[in-house]
């Protein structure tokens, strides 16, 4: 039977509904709360310029407020610091470890954030592929958004690029993924490089195509790559030609590509380019953005392209809540960098960018990071409004050591030229701040923070060579050198390996595909151990710590996620690191401990009590020893939303409750002081 409203009846239950609707959800009150994350700003450096009088804005919100050095998370990785923020939990409640996670079964690593699923039913005629069924695109983190629950409450929330949030969850206003999003090849960025000089192209790279083209008739051609082409078999790269015609006698050229003329000098950036990859004729194009820059003319033809970005006005990933927020974004603001970490530091380690250059890339998308805030903010009315700048993070790993006479690869020149570019990077938020401060009014909030602070990064410790040598890893073969990856690894004989940055796993029987070591007390034996002589471990250098304090994961984290954590976190001291080659599952001969001769130079993947990130507000810091994790209750606190009990957090607004220490140990007081964050 059939239900039948009449025109009489129904204003009535429209009008109720919507009475109904409003008692459900908070009423509008003006009320704001605005965070300004800027990803790796320091507190040694903040502090050294607002006593030079050199961000006064930043002195001024201290003035008002407060400014402290809040705990970041353990490791202080970002994509984990970033997640204690947004979940107001820690790792054990959210799932992220560390940038790199590995699968028990077959020990091989995997990317931490987010994993691709393809479509689960396909037809396959001939040598193509048709999809049944949508693939899908999974958020590895766990544990609730805390603009979650503000959405709920019907709190209005901007959220730009906030980390570890890729694909955004379904909440908010408006929210476009930060960290963790993937280029249109789907990596965290291959950019492209084409010269006709080949001493540019290293023996060892990564992170790039590099293309050594010839000049033919005046003119250079070449293809730009972009994503697999997943309707064929055997999924061939799709791509895009282009000619670059030289100018015989000018530092010039025009670029042509799918009906399009661009005219560059040496030296110069264009504007952002759309590129269309067709994968079928019956097949919608996919579409990508990218960037050139003319590094040179003459005598050699030397062009880098950007990554190919996910198109912003047209993504075939799920990079915006709602769909058409990043749209609506570009098509007002202008293009912008999709792409979860922009600054392109391959292109700088590769040399396919000078140190100026990269100086140059990294100021440009600070400016353009500067033109999407101006256009969001001067809309923003009420609720929660989240900004993150990521230039300084990026900037820091590459630039410190230009600012420290200390480091392996310190460059005298490149300072007297460029200068402490770290900082001038700093200054130009202190703008931002301004405008932001001009805004306040008495139902607004003001929150500055950053995930974590920076050390540098003078020498790397090779973790996996070291339990090779003291017993705990066996390869196979006698082999003193060799990689996880590659099969190597006797794991009849291993009981302990590092994977990732700070991760240090034992090959435990039942979780691990070929673990030895028996749950219980023998693992916890086992860890104590390890704990044990990795703290005593000395630079036979100087003589120096090298870990300053290794972590079993059961003395630091709780939550429903704590049987996925590494045994043990390892906290390296002021200087030092994992290397690279360690953090991937490798075994090296040689020196345990070596220099880092990388312009990857500063870093925080250490000891969380030396990297503490910065906190300013423009009402009092109350809370002792704040963490990460009291921030999102905090937020939630000041629109009067009611703190999940999932989250370990406390107001930051007000004092801790007094069962519960909220401070440092008298040690780790002594020990931040030592190094002046304090």
């Known amino acids: 039977?059939?239900?039948?409203?009449?025109?009489?009846?129904?204003?009535?239950?429209?009008?109720?509904?919507?009475?109904?609707?409003?008692?459900?959800?908070?009423?509008?009150?003006?009320?704001?709360?605005?965070?300004?994350?800027?990803?790796?700003?320091?507190?040694?450096?903040?502090?050294?310029?607002?006593?030079?009088?050199?961000?006064?804005?930043?002195?001024?919100?201290?003035?008002?407020?407060?400014?402290?050095?809040?705990?970041?998370?353990?490791?202080?990785?970002?994509?984990v610091a970033w997640a204690n923020f947004i979940t107001g939990q820690n790792p054990g409640g959210h799932a992220i470890f560390d940038f790199i996670h590995r699968d028990p079964a077959n020990y091989m690593p995997f990317l931490s954030l987010t994993e691709t699923i393809p479509p689960k039913t396909v037809l396959k005629p001939g040598s193509y592929v048709f999809p049944v069924s949508g693939g899908q695109v999974v958020l590895l983190r766990e544990g609730r958004a805390f603009w979650e629950y503000l959405d709920?409450?019907?709190?209005?929330?901007?959220?730009?690029?906030?980390?570890?949030?890729?694909?955004?969850?379904?909440?908010g206003q408006g929210s476009v993924s930060g960290m963790g999003t993937p280029d249109l090849q789907g990596s965290y960025g291959i950019y492209q490089y084409f010269t006709t000089d080949r001493a540019d192209i290293p023996d060892d790279y990564s992170g790039a195509r590099l293309t050594l083209v010839d000049v033919i008739d005046g003119a250079v051609r070449d293809v730009i790559e972009g994503p697999p082409n997943s309707y064929r078999e055997e999924a061939p790269t799709?791509?895009?030609?282009?000619?670059?015609?030289?100018?015989?006698?000018?530092?010039?050229?025009?670029?042509?590509?799918?009906?399009?003329?661009?005219?560059?000098?040496?030296?110069?950036?264009?504007?952002?380019?759309?590129?269309?990859?067709?994968?079928?004729p019956v097949i919608p194009a996919m579409t990508g953005i990218v960037r050139f820059y003319v590094r040179q003319v003459h005598p050699y033809f030397k062009l880098y392209v950007t990554p190919v970005n996910i198109n912003p006005k047209d993504p075939i990933l799920p990079i915006d809540y709602p769909a058409g927020y990043a749209k609506e974004i570009a098509e007002e603001a202008g293009f912008f960098y999709t792409q979860g970490m922009p600054e392109d530091t391959k292109a700088l380690?590769?040399?396919?960018?000078?140190?100026?250059?990269?100086?140059?890339?990294?100021?440009?998308?600070?400016?353009?990071?500067?033109?999407?805030?101006?256009?969001?903010f001067d809309r923003f009315e009420e609720g929660l409004f989240f900004y993150y700048y990521c230039s300084i993070d990026q900037g820091t790993h590459i630039f410190w050591h230009l600012r420290d006479?200390?480091?392996?690869?310190?460059?005298?020149?490149?300072?007297?030229?460029?200068?402490?570019?770290?900082?001038?990077?700093?200054?130009e938020m202190d703008p931002i701040v301004a405008k932001i401060l001009d805004r306040l009014d008495d139902?607004?909030?003001?929150?500055?923070?950053?995930?974590?602070?920076?050390?540098?990064?003078?020498?790397?410790?090779?973790?996996?060579?070291?339990?090779?040598?003291?017993?705990y890893l066996t390869m196979k073969y006698g082999k003193k050198s060799g990689s996880l990856l590659a099969g190597d690894v006797d794991w009849s004989k291993t009981r302990a390996y590092a994977l990732g940055l700070n991760a240090l796993y034992v090959n435990l029987r039942g979780r691990e595909g070929q673990g030895i070591v028996n749950p219980g007390s023998e693992r916890d034996r086992l860890v104590e151990e390890l704990v044990e002589k990795l703290q005593a471990v000395r630079d036979p250098k100087n003589d120096s710590p090298v870990i300053k304090r290794a972590h079993i994961r059961e003395d630091i984290y709780d939550g429903d996620f704590l049987n996925r954590a590494p045994d043990i976190l390892v906290g390296y001291d002021w200087g030092y690191r994992t290397g690279w080659e360690s953090a991937l599952g490798d075994v090296v001969a040689g020196e345990l401990i070596t220099d880092c001769e990388d312009k990857w130079s500063g870093d925080h993947c250490g000891a969380t009590e030396i990297v503490p990130g910065i906190?300013?507000?423009?009402?009092?810091?109350?809370?002792?020893?704040?963490?990460?994790?009291?921030?999102?209750?905090?937020?939630?606190?000041?629109?009067?939303?009611?703190i999940?009990?999932?989250?370990?957090?406390?107001?930051?607004?007000?004092?801790?409750?007094?069962?519960?220490?909220?401070?440092?140990?008298?040690?780790?007081?002594?020990?931040?002081r030592a190094l002046d964050y304090i």
């Open 615 to 642: 906190l300013f507000a423009n009402k009092p810091l109350l809370l002792e020893g704040p963490h990460l994790y009291d921030l999102s209750p905090s937020i939630l606190a000041e629109f009067g939303v009611p």
């Open 1 to 79: 039977m059939k239900t039948v409203i009449s025109r009489i009846r129904y204003p009535f239950i429209f009008l109720t509904a919507l009475l109904l609707l409003a008692c459900s959800r908070s009423e509008k009150t003006g009320k704001k709360v605005i965070v300004l994350a800027i990803d790796g700003m320091d507190p040694r450096i903040v502090q050294s310029m607002m006593d030079r009088g050199e961000l006064p804005h930043f002195k001024k919100l201290a003035e008002m407020g407060g400014f402290k050095n809040p705990w970041s998370s353990i490791p202080p990785q970002s994509p």
């Open 152 to 171: 709920e409450a019907g709190i209005p929330a901007t959220i730009f690029k906030i980390p570890s949030n890729y694909p955004p969850v379904e909440a």
């Open 238 to 280: 799709l791509a895009v030609p282009f000619t670059a015609w030289i100018d015989p006698e000018e530092p010039v050229i025009r670029l042509d590509l799918q009906g399009e003329e661009i005219i560059l000098k040496e030296g110069e950036w264009s504007d952002w380019v759309v590129l269309s990859f067709k994968p079928l």
């Open 405 to 427: 006479e200390n480091h392996p690869v310190y460059d005298a020149a490149a300072r007297a030229e460029l200068g402490d570019v770290v900082e001038e990077l700093y200054a």
């Open 644 to 672: 999940p009990e999932q989250m370990i957090g406390h107001n930051i607004f007000a004092p801790a409750p007094p069962e519960e220490k909220r401070v440092p140990t008298e040690e780790e007081i002594r020990q931040i």
């Open 349 to 376: 380690t590769n040399g396919s960018l000078s140190t100026r250059e990269f100086y140059g890339l990294s100021r440009m998308i600070l400016q353009e990071r500067n033109r999407i805030f101006h256009h969001l």
């Open 443 to 471: 139902q607004t909030t003001f929150i500055i923070m950053s995930d974590h602070g920076f050390s540098p990064l003078y020498r790397n410790f090779q973790l996996n060579s070291w339990l090779e040598r003291n017993g």
